[in-house]
């Protein structure tokens, strides 16, 4: 009986009065529950169990025929799965993707609203304490009396499933639910030695930004931002090497490390926002991600030694092109006092704080790891005309002082070695030159670290955006469009 009581609590929470069954669970006749449901709901998604097939009957059939009850209970299950599969009080105008297991999905979403509940006047939201405090079933240390709900499940298979799923906007939002609340978890899976498996669909789903929606991206973005917080991670990164990534369709990539695959697919997303969506959130994470990265860059491939010069470049162009126009329009009104004045000051004062942080991550690159990287030095000496204009500049004379150092000392060596010099004899020269560049003529900047912090009132992003997936995904339940108040139709 377990069986159906389990499918029917989970369609009972899942139902069109979700709103009033969330209401009453936390109550506190139902608090020593909290635990055994959040680790349910989780084993089911990580089971990922199939729906059985249509008229399969869910219990194996006594010899005997088993009876009215038998007959009673397959009838139910059966029932329930029915309404997983096919709709059970109506189904939306448009038809969502089909669920390879709709009970995985539902419980996941389920897990999702509850996490996402508003605390009491009286007491925190339990299903988050929950999430916040689980263990692994590996750890044998004891649980401390100060936290309640706290339960154990097995990480490996709980990785597993997180890396396989990553296709789903849910899959991504537990995933970061996860990584930014619960340091058992985040701890575990940055020890991992297979983090490619888990980062190789985030950086997928980043580098199909359009067809992905700006939740999704943003997830997937902090996702990343949370997990360069880490040294071990930003090191080990340029360690793992890939052969051919299919989807990476701009060059072929027969062999990459995964660190360099990481700085294109990012700055891809930079170069994207810059000429779609211009939004500064946007930019922000992926550059401060960059950041995090740049002191452990190592042996980065040529194309992306080429793509954050190509970035740089793109970014000097629009700094060129808006001081032009700012140039213009002050001309215009000088001869027109009716003719109001653009704000080119607030778009200069955006750009330059990109191109600013931009040459900090080159900077960082080059004070801390410029023996690892002879492709960043060919490339910065291949385009070494597009930073002249900015050693004077104000705002970056300070920064600009080892770019300048670095291009200036290999320039000479090269200069020495003569004309015509292939691309391989150039960068023997580079490898060899850094031994000879004296590390003390490096300016000391301070280590960029950048942290991911929730904005204050986090429940204003994410209790619409779990309700939007629980709307757009959720298996046989029919929500009326004329009702929906708590997102537009039309959100990403």
Request: glycine share 4%; net charge negative.
């Given at each position: 009986?377990?069986?159906?009581?389990?499918?029917?609590?989970?369609?009972?929470?899942?139902?069109?009065?979700?709103?009033?069954?969330?209401?009453?669970?936390?109550?506190?006749?139902?608090?020593?529950?909290?635990?055994?449901?959040?680790?349910?709901?989780?084993?089911?998604?990580?089971?990922?169990?199939?729906?059985?097939?249509?008229?399969?009957?869910?219990?194996?059939?006594?010899?005997?025929?088993?009876?009215?009850?038998?007959?009673?209970?397959?009838?139910?299950?059966?029932?329930?799965?029915?309404?997983?599969?096919?709709?059970?009080?109506?189904?939306?105008?448009?038809?969502?993707?089909?669920?390879?297991?709709?009970?995985?999905?539902?419980?996941?979403?389920?897990?999702?609203?509850?996490?996402?509940?508003?605390?009491?006047?009286?007491?925190?939201?339990?299903?988050?304490?929950?999430?916040?405090?689980?263990?692994?079933?590996?750890?044998?240390?004891?649980?401390?009396?100060?936290?309640?709900?706290?339960?154990?499940?097995?990480?490996?298979?709980?990785?597993?499933?997180?890396?396989?799923?990553?296709?789903?906007?849910?899959?991504?939002?537990?995933?970061?639910?996860?990584?930014?609340?619960?340091?058992?978890?985040?701890?575990?899976?940055?020890?991992?030695?297979?983090?490619?498996?888990?980062?190789?669909?985030?950086?997928?789903?980043?580098?199909?930004?359009?067809?992905?929606?700006?939740?999704?991206?943003?997830?997937?973005?902090?996702?990343?931002?949370?997990?360069?917080?880490?040294?071990?991670?930003?090191?080990?990164?340029?360690?793992?090497?890939?052969?051919?990534?299919?989807?990476?369709?701009?060059?072929?990539?027969?062999?990459?490390s995964l660190g360099s695959l990481l700085i294109l697919v990012v700055i891809r997303t930079i170069q994207y926002n810059m000429t779609r969506t211009r939004d500064k959130y946007l930019h922000t994470n992926c550059l401060a991600a960059l950041a995090n990265m740049s002191a452990q860059f190592r042996s980065l491939h040529q194309y992306a030694a080429q793509r954050i010069i190509s970035l740089f470049s793109l970014l000097s162009k629009k700094h060129n092109k808006v001081l032009e126009q700012a140039t213009q329009s002050l001309r215009g009104s000088l001869s027109s006092n009716d003719v109001p004045l653009p704000d080119y000051a607030q778009d200069l004062n955006v750009i330059e704080e990109v191109i600013r942080m931009m040459l900090e991550i080159i900077n960082s690159c080059l004070t801390n790891s410029l023996h690892h990287n002879p492709n960043l030095v060919y490339a910065l000496l291949y385009k070494r005309d597009l930073f002249e204009q900015f050693q004077t500049h104000p705002s970056f004379q300070d920064i600009m002082q080892n770019i300048d150092l670095v291009i200036t000392f290999f320039s000479s060596r090269l200069l020495q070695a003569g004309a015509e010099l292939s691309v391989e004899r150039v960068l023997e020269i580079i490898k060899q030159g850094v031994v000879a560049l004296p590390k003390d003529r490096l300016k000391k900047f301070p280590e960029l670290k950048f942290k991911y912090v929730e904005e204050e009132q986090p429940e204003e992003f994410f209790i619409p955006y779990v309700w939007s997936l629980v709307y757009n995904s959720a298996a046989g339940l029919y929500w009326n469009p004329q009702d929906i108040q708590l997102f537009t139709m039309d959100s990403d």
């Open positions: 009986m377990s069986y159906i009581k389990k499918y029917s609590l989970l369609l009972l929470c899942s139902s069109c009065d979700s709103l009033v069954m969330c209401y009453h669970l936390p109550s506190s006749a139902s608090l020593p529950y909290t635990s055994k449901l959040v680790k349910t709901l989780l084993y089911n998604f990580i089971r990922q169990e199939k729906p059985p097939p249509p008229g399969a009957r869910v219990f194996p059939q006594p010899s005997d025929g088993g009876g009215l009850l038998y007959g009673l209970a397959s009838g139910v299950a059966t029932g329930l799965w029915t309404v997983f599969t096919l709709g059970g009080v109506g189904s939306k105008a448009a038809a969502a993707p089909e669920l390879s297991s709709p009970l995985a999905n539902q419980s996941l979403l389920l897990l999702l609203v509850l996490a996402n509940l508003t605390d009491a006047t009286d007491a925190p939201n339990p299903y988050r304490q929950a999430i916040m405090s689980f263990k692994n079933t590996q750890d044998n240390s004891p649980f401390p009396s100060s936290i309640p709900h706290a339960f154990q499940i097995n990480f490996n298979s709980l990785y597993t499933a997180l890396c396989e799923q990553q296709t789903s906007d849910q899959a991504t939002l537990l995933l970061y639910t996860l990584l930014h609340q619960n340091s058992n978890i985040r701890t575990y899976m940055l020890a991992r030695t297979d983090m490619e498996n888990l980062v190789l669909p985030i950086l997928e789903i980043l580098y199909h930004v359009e067809e992905r929606n700006s939740h999704h991206v943003y997830m997937a973005l902090i996702i990343l931002l949370i997990l360069t917080e880490d040294d071990g991670f930003n090191r080990s990164i340029h360690e793992v090497i890939l052969k051919n990534i299919t989807w990476y369709s701009e060059r072929v990539l027969t062999e990459i």
